[in-house]
């Protein structure tokens, strides 16, 4: 079994300051996804990465692939309390494939 | 509105008794996969499938089971619960182009006493 290891586990940070999750495997990915979960709800996705070195932002979170396709990051810059929530990676090991492991989640509060 | 539905939203059972959660996508996915999520653990793959007959064991398929004998339907059956099966579980599909987004319902939480 492929194990995506997220980092840090829990964040609580002031609005306005900026953060980076990291998101580690031994195994190489075809794809990386990143979503984001809130309370009672299921994740909804955010970006997937695909090449390595690919750097994608999405207004004020800029994520990042690996060169190796083996790790990730997301940094979020003069985050916002609606930045509040789970984060959560997942990778593809296989095009055509269904097996998506994902990572163990990042849990983010934004304190404004 | 493209959606999956999952039901019911909350089950709270007794050891040994057999039970269904039922899991629907209307966007003619031909994935269907079914995860459990626990504290520390992240989201699990129970088992998935790639098309109507055809599914597979996940990461954790133990005292589960599944069918997918339409398109649109991917029920979990668990035969015989056990406490360590209580869980907040979520059916997810995705259509079968590279890198497609996996669209999750709002999830089952079962309590197993």
């Known amino acids: 079994t492929q194990l995506l290891k997220q980092s840090p586990q829990f964040l609580s940070i002031q609005e306005g300051e900026n953060l980076t999750v990291y998101c580690n495997s031994s195994s190489v990915f075809s794809s990386l996804q990143w979503y984001r979960q809130e309370p009672g709800e299921g994740p909804v996705l955010l970006v997937t990465?695909?090449?390595?070195?690919e750097v994608k932002k999405l207004k004020r979170l800029t994520f990042q692939f690996g060169d190796a396709r083996k790790d990730s990051s997301l940094h979020i810059t003069a985050a916002q309390p609606g930045d509040t929530g789970l984060y959560l990676c997942?990778?593809?090991?296989?095009?055509?494939?269904?097996?998506?492991?994902f990572g163990t989640g990042t849990r983010l509060t934004i304190i404004p | 509105e493209a959606q999956v539905t999952q039901n019911p939203r909350y089950l709270i059972t007794v050891t040994g008794k057999k039970l269904t959660v039922t899991c629907s996508q209307n966007m003619n996915h031909e994935y269907m996969s079914w995860y459990r999520q626990d504290p520390g653990l992240g989201l699990r793959q129970i088992y998935y499938s790639m098309n109507v007959e055809v599914t597979d064991k996940g990461d954790v398929p133990e005292g589960y089971k599944v069918s997918r004998k339409e398109k649109r339907n991917f029920p979990l059956i668990l035969e015989s619960p056990s406490p360590n099966q209580t869980s907040l579980y979520f059916c997810?599909?995705?259509?079968?182009?590279?890198?497609?987004?996996?669209?999750f319902g709002q999830g089952t939480r079962l309590t197993v006493v």
């Open positions: 990465v695909v090449t390595g070195g």
């Open positions: 997942a990778g593809a090991t296989d095009f055509g494939n269904e097996k998506l492991t």
């Open positions: 997810a599909s995705r259509g079968r182009l590279e890198n497609t987004e996996a669209f």
